[in-house]
C-alpha cells in the first residue's frame, strides 16, 4: 500500500458554493502568489445559486444603511452591523459590474443580475476561478480537520491536504456542524426558517391567488410582521408570512399548530374602520353591501370576511346590526386563523442554526475557538428573510474573510 503526500496549499476553502466561491476570488485577487483550493463534496459546484430566485440569482438588496439591512437578519443582527460598515450592497454592485456581470433593482427591492439568469453568476465565479488559478476539487467531502504544529490537515473522501489557512463555507450541513463541534465550537441546531402557514379555514378556501397587505401577529410571541400576504391554495404565503416564518423559526421549530391573528387593513386604525362603517350604515344604507368591498380590499376577500361575519349576500347596510358591524371589524382588522403545519418555501429555502456566533470575530470571520479557521454563509448561525440578504450575508462573510486570510506575511 502506498501513502500518498498530502496535497499542500495556503487556503484551503471547504465547500463549492456561494461564500467559498467569493471567498477564493477575492483571496486570489489579493494574494495573487498564494496556492488556493476549493474542495467541494458534489459533482458540481454553486448548486444553490443555479436554483437561487426560482433560476433568477437574487443576488443582493437595494438597502444602503448598514443598519436598515441588519433589520432583516433574525439570526446575525447585531453581529453584521461592522461587517456591513466594510463591505455591503454598494460593494456588491460594483464588484459584480466592475466583472462585467450589471445588476438590476427590481420594484421590491430585490436585485438579480440583468441577464435574468443564475448562470450569469455562475459563469463568473467559474471563470475567475480559471483566471486566478484557484484549483478546483469535486467529489471531495471533507471527513476530517485537524490541526497540528499549526498547520490544518483536511482529509478528504480521496486524497488528504495541508493548510496554512482554511475556511469553512459549507452552509447548513450537519456533518461538517459536528466536525466543528469537535474542534470545540458551539452548534445552535438548525431548524427551517422560511416557511408558508397551511391553513384549512372557510374564510379564504376559495380565495387563492388574492394578495393585499396586512399585518400578522403571532400572538404567543408577540411578534408581528407586515407586508404583501398571499392566499394560497394550501394557506398563506408572501412575504408578511414568510418574515414571521423566519423571525420565530425556532420558537416554531417544534409545533406543528398555533394560532395567528391577521389585520387585513393595516393602514387604518380599528377605530377607523368602526368610524367607517358606521358612515356607510348612515349613507349608504339602501346599497348592498357586498356589491362594492371598502378600504380598497380585493372584492372576493371582502365578500369572504362579510359572509364570516354574518352578513348574506342580499343586505344592505342599513340592515346591519351592532353586532354584525362589531364582528365585521374585528375580522377586518384582527381575525384569528389556525395554523395546522408548514410548508417549505421553495423559492429560497434557509436554515436557522449553526456555529455559535459568539464564538466568531466579526472583523475577520475567523473563528475564536481555533486560530486560522475561518468561517463564512450559512455555516454560521445567520440566516434572513427573503429578498437578496442571504446571499449578501455570503458575500460580505467572504470578502472580510479573504482580506483576514490574505493579510499579513502569512500566504
Ligand atoms: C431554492 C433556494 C433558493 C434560494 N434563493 C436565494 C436568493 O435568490 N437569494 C438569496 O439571497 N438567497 C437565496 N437562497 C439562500 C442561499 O442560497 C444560501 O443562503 C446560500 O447559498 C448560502 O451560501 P453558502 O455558500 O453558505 O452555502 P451553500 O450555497 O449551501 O454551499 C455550501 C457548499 O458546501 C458543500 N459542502 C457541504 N459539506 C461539505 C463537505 N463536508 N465537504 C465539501 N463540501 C461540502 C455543499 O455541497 C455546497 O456546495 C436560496 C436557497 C434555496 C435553497
Redesign the pocket.
Known amino acids: 500500500m502506498t501513502f500518498l503526500e498530502p496535497l499542500s496549499f495556503d487556503m484551503v476553502i ?7 466561491f467569493f471567498t477564493a476570488i477575492n483571496a486570489a485577487e489579493m494574494a495573487p502568489k498564494a496556492r488556493i483550493c476549493i ?4 459533482k458540481d ?1 454553486l ?3 443555479r ?3 426560482g433560476g433568477r ?2 443576488v443582493t438588496h437595494a438597502e444602503f444603511l448598514p443598519k436598515e439591512l441588519t433589520r432583516n437578519y433574525p439570526r446575525g443582527e447585531k453581529e453584521l452591523r461592522g461587517p456591513f460598515h466594510s463591505f455591503m450592497t454598494g460593494d456588491t454592485i460594483e464588484w459584480f459590474e466592475k466583472r462585467g456581470v450589471p445588476l438590476k433593482i427590481e420594484e421590491d427591492g430585490r436585485m438579480f443580475p440583468e441577464s435574468n439568469s443564475s448562470e450569469t453568476i455562475i459563469d463568473l465565479f467559474l471563470e475567475e476561478s480559471k483566471r486566478l488559478k484557484i484549483e478546483l476539487f469535486t467529489k ?3 471527513q476530517g480537520l485537524q490541526q497540528k504544529n499549526e498547520l490544518w490537515e483536511i482529509s478528504t473522501s480521496r486524497e488528504n491536504f495541508t493548510a496554512k489557512k482554511v475556511l469553512v ?3 447548513s ?1 450537519p ?2 456542524w459536528n466536525l466543528l463541534q469537535d474542534l470545540g465550537h458551539s452548534i445552535v441546531p438548525g431548524v427551517p426558517s422560511l416557511f408558508t402557514f397551511n391553513i384549512t379555514d372557510k374564510r379564504i378556501k376559495d380565495l387563492p391567488g388574492v394578495a393585499t397587505n396586512a399585518v400578522v401577529r403571532l400572538k404567543k410571541v408577540k411578534l408581528e410582521t407586515s407586508g404583501p400576504l398571499l392566499i394560497t391554495h394550501w394557506g398563506m404565503s408572501g412575504p408578511a408570512i414568510l418574515k414571521l416564518s423566519a423571525w420565530s423559526a425556532r420558537e416554531l421549530s417544534d409545533k406543528k399548530n398555533f394560532e395567528i391573528e391577521v389585520n387585513w387593513l393595516p393602514e387604518y386604525s380599528p377605530e377607523d374602520v368602526e368610524e367607517e362603517l358606521r358612515l356607510q350604515k348612515g349613507e349608504k344604507a339602501k346599497q348592498f353591501v357586498h356589491k362594492r368591498s371598502l378600504f380598497e380590499l380585493p372584492k372576493r376577500l371582502w365578500q369572504s370576511l362579510l359572509q364570516a361575519s354574518g352578513i348574506d349576500a342580499g343586505a344592505r347596510w342599513a340592515d346591519l346590526n351592532r353586532q354584525q358591524l362589531e364582528s365585521l371589524k374585528k375580522e377586518l382588522t384582527c381575525g384569528t386563523f389556525q395554523v395546522h403545519g408548514k410548508s417549505t418555501f ?5 436554515t436557522a442554526g449553526g456555529v455559535e456566533l459568539k464564538e466568531v470575530n466579526f472583523k475577520t470571520f475567523e473563528s475564536k475557538v481555533c486560530k486560522n479557521l475561518f468561517l463564512a ?3 454560521l448561525n445567520i440566516d434572513a428573510i427573503t429578498g ?4 449578501q450575508n ?1 458575500w460580505t462573510g467572504g470578502f472580510l474573510a479573504a482580506q483576514a486570510m490574505t493579510s499579513g506575511s502569512a500566504v
Open positions: 471547504i465547500g463549492g458554493g456561494a461564500a467559498g474542495l467541494e463534496r458534489g459546484v448548486n444553490k445559486v436554483i437561487s430566485g440569482c437574487n471531495r467531502a471533507v463555507a459549507t452552509g450541513n456533518k461538517m421553495k423559492e429560497e429555502f434557509v454563509g450559512e455555516v437578496g440578504f442571504n446571499f455570503a
